[in-house]
């Protein structure tokens, strides 16, 4: 498998204990890192960081998509150079950026990869477009922060709202005040037919498993003392306890009894 992280081309993927790591290979230079954590890749120096630093671009060097051209004027004191993207269009770029891979076309390669090309809508600074450059974002890349809730699940976007923001706002619509988006199946994927602008209350009652829950429902887990299987949920950030049960599929029944009735009384 190859995916990419800036200018790092991902090679391989692998965990030891609760970290993940990645084998790499710098596109630009093609030094090769065996062993990086996957939070750290794209901080990592190799020659073309190292050796080529302030060190002038000739006309006819390639970055990923990008030829460069000539020297442009400077803007402050970043060095600009005038380059030509593989589909044509012509830009000005720092070297900087070039050297580093955090530009390696014209926009046209993210674009190919969003599958459409950028949209007029005048909606960049909504909530609503916020709330959809994060899915792409979080179910894209491996941040520390939200990763074993998405990547590691491998959860997607459908193609359709990943290519289109319209697409994604006509299907949702503006979202009402104090709401955020919901998945309806919390281990499903976003799509038109899975997801809904909710009130905090609801997706608290709608929360997915806990990384350590074992039971397989939410809401439900086995206290050890009793040797029972023990039925919670929360509503407005309090536990409500349901029952201690002998037979797990009680308990189950227990919760989702709750969830039906307590669902009631929230608005959607």
């Known amino acids: ?52 630093l302030g060190k002038p671009l000739s006309a006819g060097d390639v970055f990923g998509e990008l030829t460069v051209i000539e020297k442009a004027p400077n803007k402050g004191k970043s060095a600009r ?28 390669s993210l674009e190919a990869k969003r599958g459409s090309r950028r949209e007029n809508h005048g909606l960049s600074a909504s909530k609503e477009y916020k709330v959809w450059a994060g899915i792409i974002a979080r179910t894209s890349y491996p941040y ?17 709202w990943r290519s289109s923001f319209l697409k994604f706002y006509e299907d949702m619509g503006p979202c009402p005040e104090g709401y955020s988006i919901d998945r309806i199946d919390p281990d499903g994927h976003y799509c038109k037919e899975n997801c809904r602008w909710a ?47 002998a037979n797990f599929d009680d308990a189950v029944k227990a919760r989702e009894d709750a969830e039906q009735k307590y669902r009631s009384h929230i608005k959607e």
């Open 144 to 160: 520390e922060s939200t990763k074993k809730w998405y990547y590691d699940k491998e959860i997607e976007i459908s193609a359709e």
């Open 1 to 52: 498998m190859t995916s990419q992280l800036g200018r790092w081309k991902i090679q391989s993927i692998f965990t030891e204990g609760k970290r993940k790591f990645f084998s790499a290979e710098c596109e630009v230079c093609g030094d090769f890192l065996e062993k990086v954590r996957s939070d750290y890749v794209e901080k990592v120096n190799c020659s073309c960081t190292k050796k080529q």
């Open 199 to 245: 009130s905090p209350p609801l997706q608290a009652i709608n929360k997915g498993l806990f990384s350590n829950n074992t039971s397989g429902k939410t809401g439900v887990s086995f206290n050890s003392q009793h040797q029972k299987w023990v039925s919670t949920i929360y509503v407005d950030n309090n536990a409500i306890y349901l029952g201690l049960f």
């Open 81 to 108: 150079y005038k380059v030509q993207c593989s589909c044509g269009q012509i830009k000005e770029v720092e070297a900087g950026h070039l050297r580093n891979g955090s530009t390696k076309s014209c926009g046209c």
